[in-house]
């Protein structure tokens, strides 16, 4: 069974040994069978050192709950078609984040990977149902979006 969760957990990964190194999200943060739910802060380009200790610039996700994480074009699909093609439509939208393995640089190796569905936060929406329902011009609909 999946438990959900709305902040990284402290794990006994050995990569949390090293916690100058480990300054982004990871699946050194999640347990076995838990999944992050994280609300998008912002997308932009970042600076960061790679694993040889050189300068990089990579896509990075700030999360209003979470470390950041490197963006790569998997997860970024994934959000797209999810939230729109327009990453600055992702913001303040939810993604579900779970820890799988994956082959990468010819190693086994834990990777996290966005869901592919809108994660249920249990967000009451009937306010905005009833404005939607209630709206019979386009002004009311976007007025209500």
């Not at 040889?52 to 996700?61: C, L, N, Q």
Request: glycine share 4%; proline share 3%.
């Amino acid at each position: 069974m999946t438990n959900l969760v709305f902040e990284p957990s402290t794990t006994t990964h050995w990569k949390n040994l090293f916690p100058n190194k480990m300054l982004l999200l990871g699946s050194q943060n999640l347990n076995d069978d838990e999944e992050l739910i994280a609300t998008i802060k912002s997308v932009a380009q970042q600076e960061i050192k790679n694993t040889s200790g050189k300068d990089e610039t990579v896509s990075v996700i700030q999360f209003d709950n979470a470390p950041p994480m490197v963006l790569n074009i998997t997860n970024a699909r994934t959000i797209a078609s999810l939230y729109g093609e327009m990453y600055s439509d992702w913001i303040g939208c939810c993604v579900q984040i779970y820890a799988t393995k994956v082959k990468a640089f010819g190693l086994d190796q834990m990777a996290l990977r966005i869901r592919e569905a809108i994660p249920d936060t249990n967000q009451n929406v009937d306010e905005y149902e009833n404005l939607l329902r209630a709206s019979t011009t386009i002004g009311d609909l976007q007025k209500a979006f």
